[in-house]
Nanobody, 130 residues
Framework: VQLQASGGGLVQLGGSLRLSCAAPGSNLDRLAIAWFRQAPGKEREGISCISGTDSRIYYDESVKGRFSVSRDNSKDTVYLQMNDLKSEDTATYYC????????????????????????WGQGTQVTVSS
């Protein structure tokens, strides 16, 4: 399933944005969905993941306490609420379904760090201005 991220934009330091992840016509409620981001000149990094069956959630340390993930199965959409945005959050954000989830944060960080889907869907640009 190729997912599309949307909802990015220009936001001031300390502001908030909510990103959406969807695949029109596809049922996402049993899929683990992860959020990734790629800043200019940097490698893509996995920042969060919500499991498919019981909505357990992983957060990378860089976003823990500021970002939150949720899903609305009635809309086949996963959301990434981003609060207290920092300049280092400036990046293109992507979402993708992943074939794994673990309560072990170390495992999730490694797995998301090496995950490559068949195709990356359209990302959405988030720019945090000071």
């Amino acid at each position: 399933v190729q997912l599309q991220a949307s909802g990015g934009g220009l936001v001031q330091l300390g502001g908030s944005l909510r990103l959406s992840c969807a695949a029109p016509g596809s049922n996402l409620d049993r899929l683990a969905i992860a959020w990734f981001r790629q800043a200019p000149g940097k490698e893509r990094e996995g920042i969060s993941c919500i499991s498919g069956t019981d909505s357990r959630i992983y957060y990378d340390e860089s976003v823990k306490g500021r970002f939150s993930v949720s899903r609305d199965n009635s809309k086949d959409t996963v959301y990434l609420q981003m609060n207290d945005l920092k300049s280092e959050d400036t990046a293109t954000y992507y979402c993708a379904s992943v074939p794994f989830f673990s309560p072990d944060d170390g495992f999730m960080k490694r797995a998301l760090g090496t995950f490559e889907p068949d195709h990356w869907g359209q990302g959405t640009q988030v720019t945090v201005s000071s």
